[in-house]
């Protein structure tokens, strides 16, 4: 008899869905799947509304990565406006950016991903969360959080609140740094440091327990695509789209932003509300033209880093891909994570000794010069695209966000059934089998609530149905 293992809610991400698990009749694992199933439509009621207003409303689309689309939306409006962006507002947006992947990258590891990492996958689910890793470990989540809050506490200093700033604008940014705010911020970078260091040590430990488990995880072939700068570097503001295959061949070697729409499709699925972008000139069969994005993704696409500390662990990341290939397993995405915080640090104390940052030409101002503007930046889950366009006066006539989190939707579906088919043998059931699908969603940081336009124990309801769909078992935890 055939079964469907249904898991919902997915706990510890951003957003709610749910994992379907199809049993065959020999109680194998058939197929899975990934859904999303909340609904947001941003890009159907910001039609009508004026472009100088979507950096603002786009900030809402998700409070955990508000600066990725305040800064995308501002970029298209600078495309819109056709102006020059003074570079004291690009060297500030850039500053925010990296402020925004520190508090994004410290959240998911040490608050959603840490509980499985540090008190490992079969721990006793009432304790498996945030308070059970403060109780364990209470000097380490201490760190975690702080290290989030520098993160957020630049943002802060340069939108005057950390949640939806209303700061980065078509043409620039509404202020400078203040001089008092620097110095503050370089005053902690010290302390930071140190955590970055004891995260990078810890993770390679976890690497070394979970070793065993590493393929499962999401370890398949795939193509990668990110930004990439003019000579190669590790870019998260601007820069050309760069996209390469699982044996590291380059595919696009620099393309242009705005003519992202050339290599990218997407498909849909009845199942979930969320889409499923391909490389276009591979198509979706097979899976031929599944990508990653991401800090992953980022890692394997660029040459360099560009940064010493980040460089340095760059070359010992490149080791697990093996003879130069690029590294596959979606698990090292928390690796990468780490990573890119330590060169987020290096980049924010090299602009922090800027005096330009201070500077108060700050906008270009202009009106419609352009009926379309396409913004793109590296938002922490991956590379992030807002396209406007817009009539005269600059009201929205069509708006299209491709999302980080959408464009990874194909190799979460990979990732969810190579686990299930791993871990679940003859249809039983175990909270540690349930709990190490539900981190094959977590290595991806998965932002929900954007892709689709607790403390404590969260609920999980697990139901077993029969080919006609009757309930055969129920478990439930509150």
């Not at 194998?28 to 910001?46: I, K, L, N, P």
């Not at 609140?161 to 902690?188: C, F, K, Q, T, Y």
Request: aromatic share 8%; proline share 5%; charged share 25%.
């Amino acid at each position: 008899m055939s079964r469907t293992v249904t898991i919902e809610p997915i706990t510890r991400i951003e957003g709610h869905a749910k994992i379907t698990i199809l049993l065959d009749e020999q109680q194998q694992v058939a197929d899975a799947r990934f859904h999303v199933t909340e609904f947001r439509g941003f890009e159907r009621f910001c039609i009508g509304r004026s472009f100088w207003e979507m950096p603002g409303i786009t900030a809402r689309v998700c409070g955990i990565c508000p600066v990725s689309h305040l800064i995308a939306s501002s970029k298209a409006g600078d495309a819109i406006l056709g102006v020059r962006t003074p570079e004291t507002a690009v060297a500030l947006r850039r500053l925010m950016n990296y402020g925004q992947l520190v508090q994004s990258h410290a959240l998911s590891f040490f608050l959603l991903s840490g509980p499985d990492l540090i008190l490992g996958m079969d721990a006793d689910p009432a304790s498996r969360n945030l308070v059970g890793l403060i109780r364990e470990r209470p000097e380490l989540a201490r760190a975690g959080i702080r290290l989030r809050s520098f993160g957020q506490q630049l943002i802060r200093a340069l939108g005057e609140r950390s949640i939806h700033p209303s700061w980065s604008v078509p043409g620039g940014v509404r202020r400078p740094l203040a001089a008092a705010e620097r110095d503050r911020l370089l005053g902690r970078l010290p302390e930071m440091y140190r955590t970055v260091d004891r995260a990078l040590d810890l993770m390679k430990e976890t690497l070394d327990r979970f070793h065993d488990e590493l393929p499962a995880y999401g370890d398949f072939p795939s193509l990668f695509l990110g930004l990439v700068g003019p000579d190669g570097g590790l870019e998260h503001y601007d820069g050309l789209v760069r996209v390469i295959d699982a044996e590291g061949r380059v595919l696009e070697a620099g393309l242009e932003p705005e003519r992202y729409e050339e290599i990218i499709a997407e498909a849909e699925q009845p199942w979930t509300y969320l889409k499923f972008p391909y490389y276009r000139p591979l198509g979706l069969e097979d899976d031929r033209g599944m990508y990653r994005v991401g800090p992953l993704a980022r890692l394997n696409v660029c040459d360099f880093a560009g940064t010493p500390r980040a460089d340095r662990e760059l070359r010992q990341f490149r080791h697990y891909g093996g003879s130069g290939r690029p590294v596959t397993g979606s698990f090292y995405y928390h690796y990468a994570r780490l990573i890119e915080i330590l060169f987020s640090l290096e980049r924010i104390e090299e602009l922090l000794a800027d005096g330009i940052l201070v500077d108060h030409h700050i906008r270009s101002r202009a009106d419609v010069n352009q009926n379309v503007g396409i913004g793109v930046s590296e938002a922490p889950r991956g590379t992030l695209f807002h396209r406007y366009r817009v009539d005269d006066d600059g009201i929205l006539e069509d708006v299209n966000l491709l999302i980080a989190t959408g464009q990874n939707n194909l190799a979460m579906n990979r990732t969810v059934r190579q686990l299930a088919r791993h871990f679940i043998r003859d249809g039983r059931l175990e909270e540690g089998l349930l709990n190490r699908i539900e981190h094959g969603i977590r290595t991806f940081d998965p932002c929900l609530s954007c892709s689709t336009h607790v403390v404590g124990q969260m609920p999980l309801l697990v139901e077993l149905r029969g080919p006609g769909g009757e309930l055969l078992e129920r478990i439930e935890r509150r």
